[in-house]
């Protein structure tokens, strides 16, 4: 009974949990990490949830483009590895100089119809668990193509389904160039890979950002002779321009060929392949093309623009930090909004919005605190400030940029390329950000993002253990070298 506390008395906890609220309906546009991490949220926090998904749960992210291209980088880093065996002292059977003694091949190579039909099975059972957690959770999953019919009011063919709080969280889809449509045999984008029965002998890659780094770096490695054609100076434009070197430098040395200030005009199917026109007028030829030229909102013909629900030029829906759009009581987060393509930033801003919606107390979306890794070979992790924001005199900060090719963890695997890059305040020495580039990198980053989370000081890393041998040892000097003496500080 709302308001039965003893006459007189405070209401006890267990009182204060019965005084009944209206159960608040959401419901969620696109079952992605955006949509699916805040039904759990909504869910757990005593919500009726219903999701509209189109497709699979999990998203775009499940089904054709993280967990795909992150499998795929299982095996193509597993690949990549095996070039240094010889570095260890491994000889294959059958290698010249080892007696043959069983009919294993010399060379290792890539069943490109096995190794697709595992991401595809992986990718759907991931999707799998996400359905089944949600069900588990009480989250009704109505299948089908969803439009807000106004603001409270979502449509999904002519059933109309009426909600206190309306969440679109509908991700985006590849970009496509007038001159270069994929056909998805031999004109590609990152979502057509899966289908190929075989390896493309001679891969394109149009765009050198990191969807198109990080599949020309897997393509090398899995055995395709790979062309990546880069409107820019470096691969990587937008990331830590030493990282980007690296990674640059790695790819040409295992046989990339890199066209930088090469701007792709058109790309067309011959008779045995594909032919790719850049702007200066050469030609490349190749078996297939992957074009990765960036993404665009799937925002179109939703019934945005009816709602009054305000997006940009682009299409991309315009949000708050925590995630509001401009109409009250509908929220968007993930990749249709723009902010950033990150999973993780998806579904934080999926949780944020529930969070905020629900009444609950909730920190604004914090993009300076996001960690993000490149999965090339070596990958390329970081958080924080950047070293761009800190040569522009955005940030003040103190540096240390520490070559991997002295640590002796990295000697006895035989990594030679990478580095630990610290940034600091300049008298606190509190950690504002850092750079990895090493074939773990991503697992690495994550003691520098702690750092950067607490606001903790480079002597407090530098007392942290870290093991010995390892990698995460870099960091930790790293931070030694960033201590200053007690009456400098
Ligand atoms: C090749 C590639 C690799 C990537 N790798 C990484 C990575 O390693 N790490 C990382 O953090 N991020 C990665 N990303 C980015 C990541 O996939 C996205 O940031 C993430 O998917 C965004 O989640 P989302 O929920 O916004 O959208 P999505 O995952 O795209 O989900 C949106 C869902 O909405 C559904 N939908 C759309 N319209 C409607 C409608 N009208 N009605 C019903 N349903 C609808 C779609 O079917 C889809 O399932 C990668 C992206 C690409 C392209």
């Known amino acids: 009974m709302a308001g039965g506390g003893r006459p007189g008395g405070r209401c006890d906890a267990t009182e204060l949990g019965t005084v009944s609220q209206p159960r608040a309906h959401i419901v ?21 949830v219903t999701v509209i998904e189109r497709s699979g749960l999990g998203g775009s992210c499940v089904l054709t483009d993280c967990v795909p291209s992150k499998t795929l980088i299982a095996t193509s880093g597993l690949m990549a590895a095996l070039e240094r065996a010889h570095d260890l002292g491994i000889q294959f059977d059958g290698e010249a100089g080892s007696a043959p003694v069983s009919p294993a091949p010399a060379q290792a190579r890539v069943d490109a119809a096995r190794l697709n039909s595992r991401i595809r ?43 206190d709080t309306v969440l679109i969280a509908v991700g985006a889809q590849p970009r496509v160039l007038p001159g270069a449509v994929p056909d998805g045999e031999r004109l590609l984008t990152c979502r057509h890979l899966y289908d190929l029965a075989e390896l493309p002998s001679e891969l394109i890659v149009v765009g050198s950002g990191v969807t198109g780094a990080e599949f020309a770096s897997a393509f090398v490695a899995l055995g395709s002779r790979v062309t990546l054609v880069s409107s820019r100076e470096h691969v990587l434009p937008n990331e830590d321009t030493d990282a980007a070197v690296v ?17 792709a005009a058109t790309a067309r199917r011959t008779a045995s392949g594909v032919e790719v026109g850049l702007e200066d007028g050469r030609t490349v030829r190749g078996s297939h093309c992957l074009l990765t030229v960036g993404m665009v909102p799937s925002t179109h013909g939703i019934g ?11 299409g991309y829906i315009t949000v708050d930090r925590v995630s509001r759009t401009s109409v009250p009581g509908v929220y968007a987060a993930g990749d249709c909004t723009g902010v950033w393509m990150l999973a993780s930033v998806a579904a934080m801003q999926g949780r944020i919005a529930m969070w905020h919606a629900l009444g609950e107390a909730v920190q604004p979306l914090r993009l300076g605190h996001v960690a993000a890794t490149i999965f090339t070979e070596p990958e390329i992790a970081t958080v924080g400030v950047s070293q761009q924001d800190i040569d522009r005199g955005v940030v ?13 963890r990295a000697k006895m695997e035989e990594f030679r390329d990478g580095f630990v890059k610290l940034f600091a305040r300049r008298n606190s020495g509190i950690v504002l950000g850092g750079v990895v580039v090493a074939p773990q990198a991503s697992e690495l980053i994550l003691g520098v993002s702690l750092a950067v989370e607490q606001q903790l000081t480079v002597d407090q890393i530098a007392h942290t253990f870290a093991v010995y041998p390892s990698l995460s040892g870099s960091v930790t000097e790293a931070a030694r070298r960033l201590m200053l003496p007690v009456d400098l500080t």
């Open 28 to 48: 969620i546009l696109g079952g992605g990490p955006g949509g699916y991490e805040a039904a759990l949220v909504a869910a757990q926090l005593g919500a009726k």
């Open 121 to 163: 099975d992986l990718a759907l059972a991931q999707s799998a668990d996400v359905r089944t957690r949600l069900l588990a959770e009480g989250v009704e999953i109505v299948s089908g193509h969803g439009r807000l019919a106004a603001p409270g009011l979502v449509a999904v063919g002519d059933t109309e389904i009426s909600a």
């Open 247 to 263: 990674v640059e430098e790695v790819s040409r040395r295992r046989g990339m060929t890199v066209l930088s200030r090469s701007r």
């Open 304 to 314: 945005l623009e009816e709602s009054g629900v305000a997006t940009d030029d682009r």
């Open 396 to 408: 003040g900060a103190r540096v240390v940029k520490l070559p991997l090719a002295t640590n002796a």
